[in-house]
């Protein structure tokens, strides 16, 4: 085996690991592109465990074809087969486990260093900005060289403008026994004092005074989900990619740019639903039952009806099934939460944009958060600072004034589950009446607060009965003998 391959997958170092932390039952998980290398992968480790400890023998398992998005750990089907650590290679988004350790290949991925610092001088000749390096973690092995290079060239030029590199959070997670702990990301939480920054499985620091809206954000890399991640988050930063593989600069995210703006026309028609469905995206990233329970009780306050739905990767067709709910949640991780639903029944919102959508009094700042602590430490911010009564709110898309459905004040005077069950009582006793001649007695004057309620209000209701004549119609006798030649015929 070449020690290119040996080199890509990093296989002295993860055997290595394996075999320091004394695991036996190890999952390796691969993207689909990947999968071609997996018995290879699989035979080096093997060879190279049994090198380095010849008395414990190590089983691998390959995993493929995860339930959810394969940048996160698959923590259910590793424990279906009883591992003790999950080896994710590929693009990952290293969002933290609840349950397994994980370690990371990232990949490397080919790029010309002289020509990616060439370009960033270049480009920083023209700005006056303090530049912020970031890229995808599959550069991560180059970044050393195009920092080294990066230095070299600004003590030849004398040049003075400042550079700052951001760095891998870590290649091993290992969780924590609360996972509120492991699900916190310390920035950027929307908090003026904060000068931590983590995103995308990148960590920096700014000095005190500096704001990250004063930087020049470089990143390198393609246009992937991640990408995509940096541009909403930092959507008051100045952009720049560097694109490996053409190896050229890319200076306009005028389509980016605009994919902020519908998540805000999402928002405002968010508003106007009543029933919402929370989809689970992921069963493996810390802190996602907080955030389910957290968007319950967000939905519930704002006095509509929420349900829970696993049914692993959306799509169209799986969410035309539940046609009663106005609205989708996407409890996922960072990377794969911004699901584009234009050709959905419903819109998919994430929990950053559900927080705004269903607060009262909430606004759009132009800050957007994508990590779970960071949308509950802003719901919890929100909440206390609007707290005054609620007042009627206009609705863009109803064109007036509308008076949402306050479900805590019914629940004081104990009026609100009963009221709703006699309603649903009244309505199915309605529904199951033989009609006569008017078949269009019962309309939907106002939008459904539960699925039942809505599917009561459908307009099919299957075979109309002929109340005027009840008696059976006499039976007839067919054909009898094979279609060639009937017995008549």
């Known amino acids: 085996m070449d020690m290119e391959f040996q080199s890509r997958y990093e296989i002295n170092r993860t055997a290595e690991f394996i075999i320091s932390k004394s695991f036996t039952r190890v999952a390796l998980q691969f993207p689909d592109e990947l999968l071609k290398d997996s018995t290879?992968?699989?035979?080096?480790?093997?060879?190279?465990?049994?090198?380095?400890?010849?008395?414990?023998?190590?089983?691998?398992?390959?995993?493929?074809?995860?339930?959810?998005?394969?940048?996160?750990?698959?923590?259910?089907?590793?424990?279906?087969?009883?591992?003790?650590c999950v080896v994710h290679y590929g693009q990952t988004c290293l969002s933290p486990t609840s349950v397994l350790p994980a370690f990371f290949v990232f990949g490397k991925a080919s790029t010309e260093?002289?020509?990616?610092?060439?370009?960033?001088?270049?480009?920083?000749?023209?700005?006056?900005?303090?530049?912020?390096?970031?890229?995808?973690?599959?550069?991560?092995?180059v970044i050393p060289r195009i920092r080294e290079e990066l230095m070299e060239a600004l003590s030849r030029t004398?040049?003075?403008?400042?550079?700052?590199?951001?760095?891998?959070?870590?290649?091993?997670?290992?969780?924590?026994?609360?996972?509120?702990?492991?699900?916190?990301?310390?920035?950027?939480?929307?908090?003026?004092?904060?000068?931590?920054?983590?995103?995308?499985?990148?960590?920096?620091?700014?000095?005190?005074?500096?704001?990250?809206?004063?930087?020049?954000?470089?990143?390198?890399?393609s246009d992937n989900s991640a990408f995509a991640n940096v541009v909403l988050t930092f959507n008051g930063c100045?952009?720049?990619?560097?694109?490996?593989?053409?190896?050229?600069?890319?200076?306009?995210?005028?389509?980016?740019?605009?994919?902020?703006?519908?998540?805000?026309y999402l928002v405002e028609k968010a508003k106007d639903a009543n029933i919402i469905g929370i989809l689970v995206g992921t069963l493996g990233v810390a802190g996602y039952l907080h955030m389910i329970h957290h968007m319950q009780a967000l939905i519930s306050a704002a006095g509509k009806k929420s349900y829970i739905l696993a049914m692993g990767r959306p799509n169209p067709?799986?969410?035309?099934?539940?046609?009663?709910?106005?609205?989708?949640?996407?409890?996922?991780?960072?990377?794969?939460?911004?699901?584009?639903?234009?050709?959905?029944m419903s819109p998919v919102i994430t929990p950053f944009e559900a927080n705004l959508a269903f607060s009262r009094g909430s606004e759009w700042t132009g800050a957007y958060l994508m990590h779970f602590q960071d949308v509950i430490n802003s719901s919890k911010t929100e909440s206390e600072a609007h707290s005054e009564p609620e007042e009627p709110r206009f609705s863009f898309f109803q064109g007036g004034y509308v008076e949402d459905h306050?479900?805590?004040?019914?629940?004081?005077?104990?009026?609100?589950?009963?009221?709703?069950?006699?309603?649903?009582?009244?309505?199915?006793?309605?529904?199951?009446?033989?009609?006569?001649?008017?078949?269009?007695?019962?309309?939907?004057?106002?939008?459904?607060?539960?699925?039942?309620?809505y599917f009561l209000n459908r307009a099919y209701r299957g075979l109309e009965i002929n109340s005027d004549n009840t008696s059976p119609e006499p039976f007839i006798v067919g054909r009898s003998g094979k279609a060639s030649g009937y017995k008549h015929e």
């Open 40 to 84: 290879k992968v699989v035979s080096a480790l093997k060879s190279k465990t049994r090198l380095l400890n010849t008395e414990r023998e190590v089983r691998f398992f390959v995993m493929a074809d995860t339930t959810y998005g394969s940048c996160c750990v698959d923590e259910v089907g590793a424990l279906h087969i009883d591992s003790e």
């Open 238 to 264: 100045d952009l720049v990619r560097y694109d490996a593989e053409e190896d050229s600069l890319v200076t306009e995210f005028a389509q980016q740019r605009r994919i902020l703006k519908r998540r805000y």
């Open 317 to 344: 067709a799986k969410l035309a099934n539940f046609p009663e709910c106005d609205v989708f949640i996407y409890i996922s991780c960072a990377q794969t939460a911004l699901l584009d639903s234009k050709e959905f």
């Open 158 to 221: 004398e040049s003075e403008a400042k550079f700052s590199v951001a760095n891998v959070i870590c290649s091993f997670i290992s969780p924590s026994k609360d996972p509120r702990e492991s699900m916190e990301h310390p920035g950027p939480s929307g908090e003026s004092d904060s000068r931590n920054y983590r995103l995308g499985g990148l960590t920096w620091d700014l000095p005190e005074g500096n704001k990250i809206e004063d930087y020049l954000l470089f990143w390198i890399g």
């Open 113 to 141: 260093v002289s020509s990616c610092v060439k370009h960033l001088l270049d480009y920083a000749s023209h700005s006056d900005k303090p530049i912020m390096i970031l890229y995808g973690l599959e550069y991560a092995h």
């Open 406 to 453: 306050n479900a805590n004040d019914q629940a004081e005077n104990g009026e609100g589950d009963t009221g709703e069950t006699m309603a649903l009582v009244q309505a199915a006793e309605k529904a199951l009446q033989l009609r006569g001649k008017d078949q269009n007695q019962l309309t939907k004057q106002t939008a459904a607060k539960s699925g039942p309620e």
